[in-house]
């Protein structure tokens, strides 16, 4: 398909129906990018781009369908799903990428391998993230300059293949990957610091779970893995006031501090020096 390109602003509003854009867009200069479907699907089967400052807007009262890329060159990225149907999902199948903040408003499907990343602002999942069912895709999201904020289950309902975050000022885990009964991806990598809030938090991977960096917060945090844990630092910050860790291998990367009790259920091995604190 062929690329429109608008010195400007795009602003498609109160759409009645099903709206696909088939052809690439963009802009340059301040131009920004809003598509609003007051009643019905939004598909983007093309780029939509601003290559200057503006920002990307898009919604949909009900499903919105990313098979292409999203992206901010200067400003946000925000996409928005079930404005009128709660059930609207964002069923996500490329790239969505911003300069500044990257907001995903709505229950994320993940339907092919897909990123979703931030130069130097937030990225902010609202809701839950789940795999389509088919054959099971990979989540990157990175934040170089800001945090990664999830404030939904990911892979409770339905399992991705990997999950890969990274964040320069840490990643914010206000809900759990998978649960203690199924795993929310085969593989869980998490590169930065890791907070874990807003109640008990369980991290289940198939086969790995990585910590890379310190994981932190005053909640209890299960970790479980088909074949191994890998955890770098806990409770550099706030200590956990438990933690239960379970898989054939658990390997100890840094020092340990829990606020309750530490259990290690599994072949555990000292990879550094270790200090374990636990009450």
Known sequence: ASAVSIRGVVAIEELVGLYIIGDGVSTGGTGSIDVNVALGYLIVNAD???E???AVTLAAADHVVINA???SGGSDVTITSGTVVPAGTIDLGGTVSAMEDVNMNG???VTADSEVSSLAGNVTFAETINDDGGPTSDLTVDS???MVIFNGDIGTAQALDELNVSAGRGIMLNADVGTIAAAGANTVTFLDDVTIANGPTVVHAGTTATFDDDVSGAEDLTVIAGSTVNLNSVGDGDAPTDLDVTAPNINLRGDITV???ASFNGTTKVVRDVD???D
């Open 276 to 278: 374990l604190e636990a």
């Open 69 to 71: 890329d999203v992206v």
């Open 259 to 261: 606020a309750g009790d």
């Open 52 to 54: 200057g400052s503006g």
């Open 48 to 50: 939509v781009i601003t």
């Open 107 to 109: 229950p994320v499907v």
């Open 144 to 146: 170089l300059g800001g």
